[in-house]
């Protein structure tokens, strides 16, 4: 069981970019998916959740990148996906994926989840 973050990379400030994570050895259709963020010197912050399969509806984004971020899925491709637009210096961190099996659980909490990606680095200059 994997997750494999890739997509991150330097970007100025207002700039857009699109990072994703690839499910290997199980379908991710069956879990919760969601993306935390962990910027150097702070704690794991929640940036978006989405629903499993027949719930792929359902999102939930945290305060700081609610309007700005789009989280989806391609269960096709076992790839979920987070949009980031209009980035600002503040969201420079290391981007981590995570699946959640446990679908009446707090989604937006790191402990619900189950397994997580290595991580990719963003970086916003200002």
């Known amino acids: 069981v994997q997750l494999q973050a890739s997509g991150g990379g330097l970007v100025q400030a207002g700039a857009c970019l699109r990072i994703?994570?690839?499910?290997?050895?199980?379908?991710?259709?069956?879990?919760?998916m969601g993306w935390f963020r962990q910027a150097p010197g702070k704690e794991r912050e929640f940036v978006a959740t989405i629903g499993g399969s027949g719930y792929e509806f359902i999102t939930e984004y945290g305060h700081s990148v609610k309007g700005r971020f789009v989280i989806s899925r391609d269960n096709t491709k076992n790839t979920v996906y987070l949009q980031m637009n209009s980035l600002k210096s503040e969201d420079t961190a290391v981007y981590y994926c995570?699946?959640?099996?446990?679908?009446?659980?707090?989604?937006?909490?790191?402990?619900?989840?189950?397994?997580w990606g290595q991580g990719t680095l963003v970086t916003v200059s200002s």
């Open positions: 994703a994570c690839a499910g290997s050895g199980f379908p991710i259709s069956n879990y919760v």
């Open positions: 995570a699946a959640n099996s446990g679908s009446d659980s707090d989604w937006a909490d790191a402990i619900s989840y189950d397994y």
